[in-house]
């Protein structure tokens, strides 16, 4: 079945470590995005991707980082320089001609 | 920029009955799409439904409707017949039309925490 994947599903982050959260989508999708929500907020987007090798920052994009190597891979890095990383981080996808946003299960990554 | 405004941070409803949970939006564009995602304990993001501005008919999907008021840049959600799996956390959000340059995402709302009562 087509879909997004998140991995892992919860993250323990020491201090002053730098964290790899994976989304993988078999969806054929061009866009990808990531988004991180705190307790009784909304998303907040920390960066997109429109196609490979290019992405773009969103609102919170500091002490983050990513790549987009290929077309199915957005793996979000959360950065020793990001001092308040503890949220639940969301990736999602669109298609060209779908406004549908698809999102994958979520990571919930939390300060040791 | 534009921003999406849930005031309901709380709402509940009890089983069989309708309840409406408000959105309102400030935006310059003319052009845009209007959604309510849910998000049960699971977590997982579901699209409940979407809007099109351009369109003056509301959207329905099954027992949820929209009351779209484009002058009053306002959005609500109408759940009728509420059964307990519609308990969840409900999102409004907003997307302008794409016409060039880059592909702006959804801007969210803080949600409203909707509870079925037995």
């Known amino acids: 079945d087509g879909g997004i994947t998140q991995s892992p599903k919860y993250l323990f982050r020491k201090e002053g470590q730098n964290v790899t959260l994976s989304c993988e989508q078999n969806?054929?999708?061009?866009?990808m995005y990531w988004y991180r929500q705190d307790p009784g907020q909304g998303l907040r987007l920390i960066y997109y991707s429109q196609i490979v090798n290019d992405f773009q920052k969103g609102d919170i994009a500091e002490g983050y980082s990513v790549s987009r190597e290929k077309k199915e891979s957005f793996p979000l890095t959360v950065t020793s320089a990001q001092k308040n990383p503890t949220a639940f981080y969301l990736c999602?996808?669109?298609?060209?001609?779908?406004?549908?946003?698809?999102f994958g299960s979520g990571t919930q990554l939390s300060v040791l | 920029a534009q921003t999406v405004t849930q005031s309901q941070p709380e709402m509940s409803v009890q089983e069989a009955e309708t309840v409406t949970l408000s959105c309102t939006y400030d935006t310059s564009e003319s052009d845009y799409y209007l959604f309510w995602y849910k998000q049960p304990p699971s977590r997982q993001m579901i699209l409940v439904i979407r809007q099109e501005a351009y369109k003056q008919q509301n959207a329905t999907e099954n027992r949820f409707s929209v009351n779209f008021q484009k002058a009053a840049k306002s959005f609500s959600l109408k759940i009728s017949d509420s059964q307990l799996g519609d308990a969840a956390m409900y999102f409004c959000?907003?997307?302008?039309?794409?016409?060039?340059?880059?592909?702006?995402?959804?801007?969210f709302g803080s949600g409203t925490q909707l509870t079925v009562l037995p």
């Open positions: 969806l054929n999708h061009d866009a």
């Open positions: 959000a907003y997307r302008p039309e794409i016409t060039s340059g880059s592909a702006r995402q959804l801007t």
């Open positions: 999602a996808s669109k298609g060209r001609f779908n406004e549908k946003l698809f």
